[in-house]
């Protein structure tokens, strides 16, 4: 963030009581290592900020109180930051702001930290979720899996401006003619499964790893009603693992294996075994959904709005993920 834009915040916070005595030094900005937020830490007050980065035609208001309402609606897990308050969008601070309990903690370190992970996520899929009519303004789409296909088909309609090796694209070709079939053929029992709130992208470097052996889900911004196996999933795709720095890592059968134990144990049988049944297909639809998203990236360069190191990492993740050895590696594991 630059000078004048730190100076404003501060003169937006320095207004309300509990930081009456703040000085402008003590609010420090981090590195940007995401890609909808900027965010500013408050020295002293275990705080944090996030400020949205506001997509072209977006209302300020709109996204500040839909991200204030998946903050309050996840609360309850015990598993994620507190919503403290909100800075309105306005002259001073055109985005509005988050103030959010800043976590202490670390990046996890994998796989020692994955069990604390997968209880996290536990703990956020068993609360009970609203009936229908009460669900929004999140999101609650009627077929979670029917609308990860159209994300999927939206992000290889850009194949063709993405550089990619001829035979990557029969290989995608392929996969999305198997996630429609799976889509289809399982559209009934998709119909009857539990609702969780779910949190959507769900990479190791959105969590933090906190002492006492537990972790929290902190980059809240894609809270909506889905199927927890979409998050589970997510958790342990190669290509979201290699995503951040901090954290990227490589996991073996037996890390997932722990990591989907610690997460039941969370979750409770019922929602378990459910979700454990059709894990390994949910896996392949979240790869497919992780790794078209990166043509996306690639195309319009979203991730080149990242900080420093964070960026020139991206853009490596990117490229292996799209590789045809890699590709074909990870196809092997669908058999």
């Known amino acids: 963030m630059s000078r004048p834009d730190l100076d404003n915040l501060f003169r937006a916070l320095a207004t309300r009581p509990r930081f009456a005595e703040l000085a402008p030094s003590e609010l420090i900005p981090l590195a940007g290592k995401g890609l909808a937020h900027n965010h500013v830490r408050v020295k002293g007050k275990s705080v944090l900020l996030r400020l949205p980065r506001l997509r072209a035609g977006e209302s300020a208001d709109a996204r500040l109180s839909l991200e204030a309402e998946m903050f309050v609606r996840a609360a ?60 929004g303004p999140l999101a609650s789409p009627a077929n979670p899996v029917a609308a990860t296909v ?26 999305i003619a198997w996630a429609k079939e799976f889509a289809t053929n399982n559209d009934k029992r998709f119909q009857g499964m539990t609702r969780s709130l779910c949190m959507y992208d769900t990479h190791p470097g959105n969590f933090i790893a906190a002492p006492g052996g537990r972790a929290y889900f902190v980059d809240i911004d894609k809270c909506l009603y889905s199927f927890a196996a979409l998050d589970l999933a997510h958790t342990c795709t190669r290509p979201a693992l290699a995503w951040d720095p901090d954290c990227a890592a490589s996991l073996s059968p037996a890390d997932i294996d722990g990591f ?13 075994r459910e979700t454990l049944s059709a894990f390994r297909p949910f ?41 045809l050895k890699t590709i074909a590696d990870q196809r092997k594991d669908w058999g």
Do not use: C
């Open 260 to 272: 989907t134990r610690a997460w039941a144990l969370r979750a409770g049988d019922a929602l378990a």
């Open 76 to 135: 309850p897990s015990e598993a994620t930051p507190r919503l403290i308050d909100t800075i309105a969008p306005g002259e001073l601070v055109p985005t509005g702001a988050l103030i959010v309990d800043d976590i202490g903690g670390h990046a996890p370190k994998l796989p020692a930290d994955l069990g604390a992970l997968g209880t996290a996520l536990g703990s956020i899929h068993k609360m009970k979720v609203p009936d229908e009519a009460a669900r």
């Open 283 to 323: 896996r392949r639809l979240v790869w497919l959904r992780t790794t078209t998203q990166f043509i996306r990236f690639r195309v319009e360069g979203t991730h080149k709005g990242l900080d420093g190191r964070y960026a020139d990492h991206a853009e490596k993740a990117i490229a292996a993920a799209l590789d």
């Open 150 to 175: 159209t994300t999927i088909e939206a992000n290889l309609a850009l194949m063709d401006k993405a550089s990619l090796d001829p035979k990557a694209k029969i290989a995608f070709g392929q996969e």
